[in-house]
């Protein structure tokens, strides 16, 4: 198992930002790609971008690009997501997920996901 938390969730007003976080005491995770994923209410769970290992390449759904980028910092054993020019849509509970394959498929089964933080878009 792969004990994978998120962090840094909260309630931001519309055009605000937000940074993610996601760890895993006692696992490193530059050995794994990390992908994040969200599940807004009364809807399916969605991928949104990954970044591999191998090489920290990156993918971004359209919804997200251009406004998140996931980042990944070694040294601290974190996978980061930030988000900026927040809208209301995209207010969801936010999952880290981590597989040790690497691939351009942000929408695919990971091996493993976190617990997952609330996000909340709101004026």
């Known amino acids: 198992q792969l004990p994978l938390v998120e962090s840094g969730g909260g309630l931001v007003q519309p055009g605000g930002s937000l940074r993610l976080s996601c760890t895993a005491s006692?696992?490193?995770?530059?050995?794994?790609?990390i992908g994040w994923f969200r599940q807004a209410p009364g809807k399916e769970r969605e991928g949104i971008t990954c970044?591999?290992?191998?090489?920290?390449?990156?993918y971004y759904a359209d919804s997200v690009k251009g406004r998140f980028t996931i980042s990944r910092d070694s040294a601290k054993n974190t996978v980061y997501l930030q988000m900026n020019s927040l809208k209301p849509e995209d207010t969801a509970v936010y999952y880290c997920?981590?597989?040790?394959?690497?691939?351009?498929?942000?929408?695919?089964?990971?091996?493993?996901y976190g617990r997952g933080t609330l996000v909340t878009v709101s004026a």
């Open positions: 006692g696992h490193t995770l530059a050995y794994y790609a």
């Open positions: 970044i591999n290992a191998n090489d920290n390449r990156t």
């Open positions: 997920a981590a597989d040790l394959f690497d691939g351009s498929a942000f929408n695919r089964a990971f091996e493993y």
